[in-house]
């Protein structure tokens, strides 16, 4: 069993563009992933009343899967495969990156008053090259204690997401409509996380604020939460992600030199492709850094 048992990941904000700032999770200086998920941002919820919100011109991606849930507002997704597609609430978005794909991101002029959700990357095995776009406009649900649980990605309690993974994968919104407890089945060869988007809850003696990420460890089969009023959750787990990684803007990699192409690449409007229907310049990329970069493992350490 993981010695991080109940380490508490506190987020950092982190600007998103002009307009959105982020409480970014993972990846965290304690804990750099929890199973393939390794890539965490927390938004809202934002009053974007006479605001644009979220307004993120096309930019690449390289080596992981984006997911992108949402419990209030609405996002226009557009990528260079030609996907254009609106995102609602209760819905799953899951692009998948491959050798290289580019996207937008924007809150449409006529919009609601509310943002708030998360934006999730999946780190990809290094033999997925090939880029892909699902939308999943409902998902299944089951109810657990007090909380209705929604199965966004992988299985819990019997019941199975129909979005499509490349390893052992596990994300659920967890809601508890008043106060209430559940307990949750785990699957004990997976880590966990678990993290609270709005209301408080007690998990495993650990009281948490919106926007912290507490990470479980693996080799459990349950774990227990009470809330003293409403509240919601997301539970993260996955079979531990053995393959070290280079992460850097926007790509997942396996080297430096990896990172490197890609980046000469994207400035280069080579490989990425266009995402047709979106207007904006694309984001240009930020300068490499003077020294290496170097890959890390799931614990931080470097190879």
């Known amino acids: 069993m993981s010695t991080d048992l109940g380490l508490l990941l506190p987020g950092h ?3 998103l563009g002009r307009f959105t700032t982020v409480r970014r999770l993972l990846p965290h200086r304690e804990r750099r992933m929890i199973g393939a998920w390794c890539f965490v941002d927390h938004f809202g919820p934002d009053d974007v009343r006479g605001r644009p919100g979220m307004q993120v011109p096309p930019h690449p991606h390289t080596g992981l899967q984006t ?3 949402l419990v209030d507002g609405i996002i226009e997704h557009r990528d260079s495969l030609g996907s254009h597609q609106l995102i609602a609430p209760g819905q799953l978005n899951l692009m998948t990156s491959g050798h290289g794909i580019a996207h937008s991101e924007y809150t449409p002029p006529d919009h609601p008053d509310g943002m708030h959700g998360l934006q999730l990357w999946v780190a990809l095995p290094s033999a997925v090259r090939s880029p892909g776009f699902a939308h999943h406009p409902s998902l299944p649900a089951l109810r657990e204690g007090g909380a209705d ?6 299985r819990l309690g019997g019941v199975s997401s129909p979005a499509t993974t490349h390893t052992p994968l596990l994300g659920a919104e967890i809601l508890f409509p008043a106060a209430g407890a559940a307990t949750l089945p785990l699957t004990p060869g997976f880590e966990h996380g678990i993290l609270v988007m709005s209301g408080s809850a007690t998990v495993d003696g650990h009281t948490l ?3 912290s990420l507490l990470y479980l460890g693996d080799g459990r089969d349950a774990v227990s939460v009470a809330c003293p009023d409403e509240a919601r959750l997301f539970l993260l787990g996955g079979e531990p992600f053995d393959e070290p990684l ?3 803007w926007n790509f997942v990699g396996r080297s430096h ?3 490197v192409e890609a980046r000469t690449q994207w400035m280069a409007g ?10 904006a310049a694309p984001l240009p990329a930020p300068e490499l850094p003077t020294v ?4 890390r493992d799931r614990h931080g350490r470097t190879h």
């Open 270 to 279: 080579e490989r990425f492709g266009t995402v047709e229907g979106c207007a």
């Open 246 to 248: 280079v992460m850097w």
């Open 149 to 154: 649980v929604t199965v966004v990605i992988g």
């Open 67 to 69: 997911v992108t849930w």
């Open 209 to 211: 604020a919106p926007g």
């Open 257 to 259: 030199e990896e990172i």
């Open 292 to 295: 290496r970069l170097k890959a």
């Open 13 to 15: 904000d982190v600007p």
